[in-house]
């Protein structure tokens, strides 16, 4: 098959992936008897055309932008992680235990315990799958499905029996004090020019962001990138060049549980302010979409993390204001990652094919 | 624990482990043609949808089963397109069905019928009602025996007796004839079945329809006889389950039936907390019974209860050599 220039095959591709996902979306909506036009203007002034709308649009990304980085980094180290679900979870827990268990004196510090709290509990998730994936050869989607069965399960024991305050009905932890939270949009001076009102996009925004960063920085610029990434390409050749499966695995997986688990600061000590069952929502879900869609670079996430968080907000606009249910955004989603992550075969053959007819003939024999 | 009680949870077993077996075939196709199928979730919500949905209008179970296989099919189809024609990634195209069907099927219940995406409740010929076995009643006072054929083995829809049907003609195509040799083959090697002259993509493309036929079964038989009808997320992870069987069976049919009548046990007992309390003596939390089939299946997947080890090319597009 002829390659397509670079330029298409970064841009070209995921955007005419998208094109088919938004397509069929449409058809999707025409089906049900709904206008599909009218409801991307509705989606977009959800979402897009106010302070407010942009306050959830931001905080869906912050969660997508954690969760995609988690199956970026364990992509690369050629390991499809599906368990960012599971592992989001479990740094929700330590998010809860982290705020509850001192009195923290300045939400900074708090945020600073709270990150390391989640993303050790997050990784430790983690921990086991890629155990049993480096040394017993078990498939590590398999096992990581099974792991996000097994941390909603110890989620919901944990928060029925254990970690419930006496005398209160749902299951859920108590409420983590004053002191840990989070400075929302609105309250950073010269943002709240702009976010006039209370919104649930906070500080973790530029934690994500930094993250974005970092993940480049790993994965491009350091040595152990540089290793993730060749065992990533070729297992039989980086052992060859005395790269240690083992380790590899362990920590591309522990960074990405790790990052997974710190998508817990947005969700639960920024937005909820305690730990309730399935608080991650399905975002460790979104996460492979929004990683498939960025093309498994940071700053292609954090992208696709805007695209995700305004489908999200949007989605969530349409389900108030129009008949068409939220779970079109589901819809949606699954759609963005058939395109994206399992036929982009296809639409590269066909934009091959589309480029070859403009291209000049070449006469005679090469 | 006496004696009733138990038939009680064995008769649940039944009931709930069904499912799992239409859906644990159908991947058993699947995989051992080699494409990974991490669908069958999807699928079966889809055929749930489309077979409560058909059976409300017409009335009829029979039409229900009819929609709800050709609705698995339409996924299937998507998967095999993807995975064998595109040489897509099988995993990623298994999540992204298990997503559109998620939100499709209760965006097409909400918009026919307004019930918050779940249809009207079903009823008379559009559910697969229970079948009285033969000499029930002369068989009661028969001790041991006559209670559990009465309480256990009678009274289920056909489509119970028919998932058991399933798993021994599926033995037999397996093991016993030419078209299953032949799958065995090309999800261990395709390039030797391409050499001796079988297509690969069809042989796999039929694997993967009949993996869509029999997950519209589990479907139909979540929507028409296990419940009345369809409801958002009814099946409720059994896809998963189903899978967690296929590999704590380790690929084979008759170890796949107990695999999910085990796990349908678990459920049967999750229900049912406070029998285990009795028999144990000390409070399991629910949660832990929920999650004991995946715990299980990971020890399985980690070799430390015998090593399941999969078809050697599955998930592997096959190219063919030019």
């Given amino acids: ?366 | 624990m006496d004696y009733a009680t138990l038939l009680q949870l064995l008769d649940s077993t039944l009931r709930l482990g069904t499912p799992l077996i239409f859906a644990c075939i159908a991947g058993l196709y699947s995989e051992r043609s080699g494409i990974f199928d991490i669908g069958l979730e999807g699928k079966m919500l889809v055929a749930a949808m489309c077979s409560g949905t058909f059976a409300f209008y017409s009335g009829s179970a029979w039409i229900g089963l009819m929609a709800g296989i050709a609705g698995s099919l339409v996924f299937a189809l998507i998967h095999g397109v993807t995975s064998i024609t595109f040489r897509g990634n099988q995993l990623i195209s298994g999540v992204a069905l298990n997503f559109v069907a998620s939100g499709i099927t209760v965006l097409t219940a909400q918009s026919l019928f307004g019930q918050g995406g779940r249809t009207p409740p079903l009823t008379g010929a559009a559910r697969f009602n229970e079948i009285t076995l033969p000499f029930v009643e002369a068989l009661r006072p028969v001790p041991v025996i006559g209670p559990l054929y009465a309480e256990v083995i009678s009274g289920h829809s056909i489509l119970v007796y028919a998932a058991f049907a399933v798993v021994a003609l599926t033995w037999w195509v397996l093991f016993r004839t030419r078209y299953g040799l032949r799958l065995r083959a090309v999800g261990e090697n395709p390039a030797a079945v391409d050499t001796a002259g079988v297509s690969v993509k069809g042989l796999r493309f039929s694997a993967v329809l009949i993996t869509g036929v029999l997950c519209g079964f589990a479907g139909a038989y979540m929507a028409t006889a296990l419940q009345a009808g369809f409801g958002k997320e009814m099946t409720a992870g059994r896809g998963y389950i189903a899978l967690a069987a296929l590999i704590f069976a380790k690929w084979r049919p008759w170890p796949a039936l107990w695999a999910c009548l085990l796990f349908g046990f678990f459920q049967a007992l999750a229900l049912r907390p406070d029998i285990v309390e009795a028999v144990v003596r000390v409070k399991v939390p629910v949660p832990a019974l929920d999650a004991l089939p995946y715990i299980l299946t990971v020890l399985v997947l980690a070799g430390f209860v015998g090593k399941a080890i999969p078809p050697r090319a599955g998930g592997e597009p096959y190219v063919k050599e030019r």
């Fill in chain 1, 1 to 366: 098959m002829d390659r397509l220039p670079r330029w298409a095959d970064v841009v070209l591709v995921p955007l005419v992936s998208l094109l088919f996902a938004a397509i069929l979306s449409a058809l999707v909506i025409l089906a049900i008897g709904q206008d599909p036009w009218e409801a991307l203007k509705v989606m977009v002034e959800g979402a897009l055309l106010s302070a407010y709308g942009w306050g959830y649009t931001l905080y869906y990304t912050t969660s997508f932008i954690f969760t995609a980085l988690a199956v970026v980094v364990a992509f690369h180290a050629g390991l499809f992680n599906i368990g960012g679900e599971g592992q989001a979870q479990l740094g929700g827990l330590g998010v809860a235990l982290v705020c509850l268990a001192l009195p923290w004196p300045h939400w900074t510090i708090a945020l600073l315990a709270a990150v390391t709290g989640a993303a050790l509990f997050g990784a430790a998730w983690a921990a086991i799958p890629a155990w049993l994936q480096a040394k017993r050869g078990s498939h590590i989607v398999i096992t990581t499905i099974m792991f996000n069965y097994i941390a909603s399960a110890l989620i919901v024991y944990l928060l029925v029996d254990v970690l419930r305050p006496t005398g209160q009905m749902d299951p859920a932890t108590a409420r983590f004090p004053e002191t840990t939270h989070l400075p929302t949009l609105n309250d950073i001076p010269g943002l709240n020019l702009f976010f006039e009102k209370k919104v649930p996009a906070n500080v973790s925004l530029f934690v994500a962001l930094a993250a974005c960063w970092l993940v480049w920085l790993l994965l491009w610029r350091t040595p152990l990138g540089y290793q993730i990434r060749a065992f990533g390409k070729s297992q039989a050749a980086a052992r060859y060049a005395g790269i240690n499966p083992v380790k590899i695995t362990m920590i591309a997986m522990l960074i990405s549980g790790g990052l997974a688990g710190m998508m817990a600061i947005n969700n639960v000590m920024g937005e909820a302010g305690r730990l309730v069952q399935n608080s991650s929502e399905g975002a460790g879900f979104i996460g492979i979409a929004v990683a498939l869609m960025g093309r498994n670079h940071p700053f292609g996430v954090l992208l696709a993390a805007v695209l995700f968080g305004f489908l999200y907000q949007g989605g969530a606009e349409l389900g108030l204001w129009t008949s068409i249910p939220i779970e079109l955004r589901i819809v949606v989603q699954g759609l963005v990652i058939l395109f994206t992550g399992a036929l982009d075969m296809m639409v590269r053959m066909m934009l091959v094919w589309v480029f070859g007819l403009f291209r000049p003939r070449r006469v005679g024999v090469a």
